[in-house]
């Protein structure tokens, strides 16, 4: 399940910006979001119907039509997931990635969040969330989680630190409710962690020294004064174009 430093080190950094807490225990290592996205599929099982956003990023469907589960591709409007088609659909685990969908640029609103939510209360389902990138939101205060919002213990969490580090870190984690946590130790427990031990210790301390932090601060940072570049030169065209009617 990985390094008990680096499990650690997770669990009090979900407290302190995505508002999840969790003991260390029901954090998964793993190598890359993709691997976790299978070992899903071994947990909930494959007789499951799989509801994903459409469009979507590519590898969400390519992973799990290689583990042979029936999907069901759900449209997205400007906020979400369309709700007629949530409404229509046979799914019982949707995975979602609420931040920002890949290719789209959708951001679920909070509304949405709590449509997702619902929904899953009703049917008895189960939702994926995928938070891709998340950190890097342009947000003074983070956006809530559907894990953290839920309570019903319904939701898996999952994020990645290929994007928050470097590509060349294949490192995820997956945060597990109580329940779907005793049947992981039960049903794959066997499995040995497939991320070296010296890059969990590794991104562990960068964690716990505050380092990690530090980077994802000044990465907000720049990228908000892009954010403020590209409105004034925005801003200066249009007043450039009136200038040559005048």
């Known amino acids: 399940m990985g390094r008990e430093e680096l499990r650690q080190a997770i669990s009090r950094y979900l407290i302190r910006s995505r508002g999840i807490e969790v003991p260390f225990d029901r954090i998964i290592i793993g190598s890359g979001a993709e691997y976790l996205y299978g070992l899903v599929v071994e947990l909930l099982g494959q007789d499951k119907i799989w509801g994903i956003e459409t469009p979507?990023?590519?590898?969400?469907?390519?992973v799990y039509t290689a583990k042979g589960v029936e999907l069901e591709r759900l449209k997205l409007s400007k906020d979400g997931i369309k709700t007629s088609e949530l409404n229509n659909s046979k799914a019982n685990v949707l995975h979602i990635t609420p931040?920002?969908?890949?290719?789209?640029?959708?951001?679920?609103?909070?509304?949405?969040?709590?449509?997702?939510?619902?929904?899953?209360?009703?049917?008895?389902?189960i939702i994926v969330e995928d938070d891709f990138e998340s950190e890097f939101t342009l947000h003074s205060k983070p956006v809530d989680t559907l894990f953290s919002l839920s309570e019903n213990g319904n939701v898996i969490y999952i994020n990645t630190f290929t994007k928050?580090?470097?590509?060349?870190?294949?490192?995820?984690?997956?945060?597990?409710?109580?329940?779907?946590y005793r049947d992981f130790e039960e049903k794959l427990s066997f499995y040995?962690?497939?991320?070296?031990?010296?890059?969990?210790?590794?991104?562990?301390?960068?964690?716990?020294?505050?380092?990690?932090?530090?980077?994802?601060?000044s990465v907000r940072r720049k990228r908000r004064k892009g954010d403020v570049k590209k409105v004034h030169t925005v801003k200066n065209k249009k007043e450039s174009k009136l200038k040559c009617f005048k």
């Open 99 to 125: 931040y920002r969908s890949f290719p789209s640029g959708v951001t679920a609103t909070p509304s949405k969040k709590y449509e997702y939510l619902k929904w899953a209360k009703k049917r008895g389902a």
């Open 192 to 217: 040995s962690c497939t991320v070296p031990t010296f890059e969990q210790l590794v991104i562990a301390k960068l964690i716990t020294d505050g380092a990690f932090e530090r980077h994802l601060n």
């Open 56 to 62: 979507s990023y590519m590898k969400i469907e390519q």
């Open 164 to 180: 928050t580090i470097a590509p060349s870190f294949r490192v995820a984690y997956m945060v597990l409710p109580e329940a779907l």
